[in-house]
């Protein structure tokens, strides 16, 4: 596999489900990032991970909940979501933020969730 | 705070016409650039960007774009416009390198007629 890939591409759960989203890169990268697709708005970037260190979180509710095991995988934790929480849930990685310079972000195709 | 905005949420072109898309940013010092595409039920793919240097950057599929520093503005360009470039542009800015931050513009839907 090469590129960004995540698990699984549709999922739906209900409200009182616990479900987990995987990220895996194969590129090498140090910094992994989840970002949060809905309808009609901007991506928002909900959390990033630096050599497998949280370094952002963007106020994101605690039902969703990181993990970072190493610097090429990349899991989100869900439990207890609301229908508004349904969107396109984009995994990305890059090599890094040193330095100050700016490394290119590459996506994976994303997870589809529903919630019911 | 950086921010972008993409001004036309639906863009309609015949296949073989040109097409620009147009972004505008708001950032304070100058910033790294990036366009990508998101195909149906796709992830984003980069097209191009811009960190520095020459400000027209040529990308993949013949796309090109031009940071303009008095306009605020890195819009995209193609010539000629294939009926595979249907999908969703979205431009994005990245200011503050502390950890990476990207913002997304709304997006740009393109629908190409043949």
């Known amino acids: 596999e090469t590129g960004v890939t995540q698990t699984p591409r549709h999922l739906v759960m209900g409200m009182t489900n616990k479900k987990s989203l995987k990220c895996e890169q194969h590129?090498?990268?140090?910094?992994m990032y989840w970002y949060k697709q809905s309808a009609k708005k901007p991506l928002e970037l909900m959390f990033v991970?630096?050599?497998?260190?949280?370094?952002e979180n963007n106020s994101v509710p605690s039902r969703f909940s990181p993990e970072c095991p190493n610097s090429s995988h990349l899991f989100l934790h869900l439990h207890t979501l609301q229908p508004e929480d349904s969107a396109l849930y984009l995994c990305a990685s890059s090599q890094g933020f040193s330095g100050g310079v700016q490394e290119t972000q590459y996506f994976g195709p994303g997870t589809r969730l529903l919630v019911l | 705070a950086q921010s972008v905005t993409q001004p036309d949420i639906h863009i309609t072109v015949s296949e073989g016409a040109s097409l620009e898309l147009r972004c505008n940013y708001s950032y304070g010092a100058t910033p790294y650039l990036f366009w990508y595409v998101q195909s149906p039920g796709q992830g984003l793919q980069l097209l191009l960007k811009?960190?520095?240097?020459?400000?027209l950057v040529q990308g993949i599929k013949g796309f090109e774009a031009e940071f303009k520093r008095s306009q605020s503005s890195f819009n995209l360009r193609k010539p000629s416009v294939h009926w595979s470039d249907a999908a969703e542009y979205f431009c994005?800015?990245?200011?503050?390198?502390?950890?990476?931050?990207?913002?997304f513009g709304q997006g740009t839907i393109l629908t190409v007629h043949p």
């Open positions: 811009y960190f520095s240097g020459d400000t």
């Open positions: 994005a800015v990245a200011g503050d390198t502390s950890y990476g931050k990207l913002t």
């Open positions: 590129l090498g990268h140090n910094a």
């Open positions: 991970y630096s050599l497998e260190e949280r370094v």
